[in-house]
């Protein structure tokens, strides 16, 4: 088999089947396996009638553990993770597999697609970047991974990690992975096309919700953040180009997290300020010499008043 494309799905009934379609690629043996993540839509029944693919349901424990079940079974050189609401641009997983075979990569990136439903908004290229870990870090765009394919063997020790989700809250799994596979320093081939048509709707992603769900995928996105640099920090790799990239990250991450607890946000940018002493403000006027004058709590204070003033008006 060339290649596995891993599809978790939950509550996606009506999205799901463009998806499996997209997998069909002339030239390439591929494999499917969806997991179902414990649908309440009729989804499970649906699949049941479905031939050719590989399907698994399991309760409603959330994405990670549906990928980590369907990795268990994938029988493909390369692997592909694909959300169930999105779909493969066409004949892009040929393009992408020769490629990869070609240059020997351990992953094949490329751009991709965003479609409100079904109309496209905006063509999203790969950006060329000579650092792979600065780019994950959030130095610059680093597209989306279900538009990459993943020599199997490469990424066989790196699971998405429950750790950092659940069913019931957003999670960061798919971005642990992506920092985790470019601790590893892989072999990169870039496709020049974009290779994944990314779907926004009003159904929301399972990833982003809001309230608890939305606190809860902070916090797990600043524990990412703490064991990659720590990782890094630990082998020498934690560059002064590294650092800034991550503190890009890591300073509206406080600003997320002061809408909760700010005390915790609070630490965020201490820690900022260790790994960079000399980190600037990125905001521009009044807001930045708010911030370089009376300090980040105090505005974070005032930022939280203005919001709860407009809200009871």
Request: proline share 4%; net charge neutral.
């Amino acid at each position: 088999m060339d290649v596995t494309i891993i599809i978790p799905t939950y509550n996606r009934m009506g999205f799901l089947p463009k998806a499996i379609a997209s997998c069909k690629s002339e030239g390439v043996e591929v494999q499917v396996i969806v997991v179902d993540d414990g649908s309440t839509d009729g989804t499970w029944d649906m699949l049941q009638q479905m031939e050719g693919i590989g399907i698994f349901r399991q309760q409603h424990w959330g994405k990670p553990w549906a990928v980590n079940m369907a990795f268990q079974h994938a029988r493909g050189e390369y692997i592909k993770f694909l959300d169930s609401d999105d779909w493969l641009a066409e004949g892009i997983l040929a393009k992408q597999f020769a490629l990869a075979e070609k240059e020997n990569a351990d992953i094949v990136v490329a751009g991709y697609y965003v479609y409100e439903d079904e109309h496209l908004v905006r063509t999203q290229p790969w950006t060329h970047c000579d650092d792979f870990i600065a780019q994950n870090l959030g130095e610059c765009d680093s597209s989306h991974y279900s538009a990459f394919l993943f020599r199997k063997d490469f990424v066989r020790d790196i699971p998405h990690r429950t750790s950092f989700a659940s069913a019931n809250f957003a999670s960061r799994d798919d971005r642990c992975f992506m920092l985790e596979a470019s601790l590893k320093e892989p072999k990169v081939s870039v496709l020049e096309e974009p290779a994944l048509c990314h779907r926004h709707h009003t159904k929301g992603r399972l990833q982003f919700q809001h309230s608890l769900a939305a606190a809860c995928t902070n916090y797990q996105h600043l524990l990412i953040y703490k064991n990659i640099i720590g990782q890094l920090a630990a082998t020498n790799r934690l560059t002064e180009r590294r650092i800034k990239a991550a503190t890009s990250i890591l300073w509206p991450l406080a600003h997320w997290i002061a809408k909760d607890s700010l005390p915790d946000a609070v630490k965020v940018v201490d820690w900022i300020y260790e790994l960079d002493p000399n980190f600037k403000v990125p905001e521009k006027g009044a807001l930045s010499r708010l911030y370089k004058t009376i300090g980040f709590k105090p505005v974070e204070k005032l930022l939280r008043f203005r919001r709860l003033f407009t809200n009871a008006s």
